[in-house]
């Protein structure tokens, strides 16, 4: 259960009242989620999830909402912050950051078709065109640098069979840093998996927790994107599912001969990322009852992707 901070029924009226949306119907905590404390609210004037900001970067909280506004305002589904009547986006409740969003429809998908990819894929060329003539900066906190200042300290503690994989991981990395912060840039989601994603039947309905967003190269987050909604459990890239996701993006989106050139690395990269978050993660919360997300399943991806099994539909 995530929910880290409980509310009263008078406290979460008396922070509702402002936004003019009629009478509280009922709040529900909502388990799922292991960052946050979320709410189902429901009001005289539809649906809405109230988000408590309970850790992460809170001082980064304008950078999300401004992203939602242009989001939201190029017609993606997404869950930007409601203003009050004084105009306020981000407000205080329980002495903790509070946001009100729209709720969104849907559910999340875990055994994804082609035509749910085909979905994902439109959705982040989306998301890239609406903010790449105007990027808003922000470097992400789990980017390259971070990758090369965390991995030799994980290191440590894995077994010596896991070394060399890893090791080789950075030293690409390290390689190819002065190429990889030459591709086209965009902001990013940057944590495009299928729990962020919901749909009804094949149609996607919303994205949510944009809390990795940042700005970046938008290769980075379609092999995010791609190692989560298209890996075999094996992990092998299952082609039907990878060249409806790619063949969907590209249609709106053409990729340059660099970005094809780097997109088996860039594979390889998006699964270093989530290898050394989730050891992290694994680290922190050793004993809570928090969901721990296991950090091999991106050490396999890695092992498998050491093969390039994928070709971006290349074209200038
Ligand atoms: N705007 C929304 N509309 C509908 N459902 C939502 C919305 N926001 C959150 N949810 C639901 O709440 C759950 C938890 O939200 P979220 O994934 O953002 O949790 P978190 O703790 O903030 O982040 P993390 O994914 O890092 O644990 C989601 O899985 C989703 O089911
Ligand atoms: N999507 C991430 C967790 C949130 O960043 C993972 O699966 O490791």
């Known amino acids: 259960m995530s ?27 909502i388990a799922a989620g292991t960052e946050n404390s979320n709410f189902f609210v429901s009001l005289e ?21 401004e992203l939602l506004d242009v989001l939201h305002q190029a017609d993606l589904a997404v869950p930007y912050a409601l203003r009050d009547r004084d105009g306020m986006a981000l407000r205080s409740l329980a002495e903790k950051p509070a946001l009100l969003q729209p709720r969104l429809p849907g559910s999340h998908v875990s055994e994804p078709n082609p035509h749910h990819c085909a979905e994902v894929g439109d959705w982040l060329a989306q998301l890239h065109l609406a903010t790449r003539e105007r990027v808003l900066e ?29 090791r080789d991981a950075l030293a690409e990395i390290q390689a190819l840093l002065p190429r990889l912060q030459t591709l086209p840039r965009a902001n990013l989601h940057a944590d495009l998996f299928r729990d962020n994603v919901l749909f009804e039947g094949t149609h996607l309905t919303g994205v949510i927790d944009f809390y990795n967003a940042c700005s970046g190269p938008m290769l980075y987050d379609l092999a995010i994107t791609v190692n989560d909604w298209c890996s075999t459990p094996d992990g092998p890239l299952d082609p039907a599912r990878t060249q409806a996701l790619l063949g969907a993006y590209s249609t709106q989106r053409h990729f340059t001969p660099a970005e094809a050139e780097l997109w088996p690395a860039m594979l390889r990269i998006a699964c270093v990322r989530f290898w050394l978050s989730r050891l992290i993660a694994a680290e922190e919360n050793a004993g809570r009852t928090v969901l721990i997300k296991n950090p091999d399943e991106f050490r396999c991806l890695l092992e498998a992707r050491q093969q390039a099994d994928s070709a971006l539909p290349f074209a200038l």
Do not use: C, K, N
């Open 138 to 166: 922000r470097p992400s906190d789990r980017g390259l640098a971070w990758m090369l200042e965390q991995g030799p300290s994980l290191a440590l503690s894995l077994p010596d069979e896991q070394l060399p994989l890893l």
């Open 3 to 29: 929910v880290f901070t409980p509310l009263e029924q008078h406290e979460l009226e008396t922070f509702l009242a402002p936004y003019g949306l009629g009478r509280l119907h009922e709040f529900q905590g």
């Open 45 to 65: 004037g539809g649906e809405f999830v109230l988000t408590l900001v309970e850790r992460g970067p809170v001082d980064d909280l304008p950078f999300f909402i």
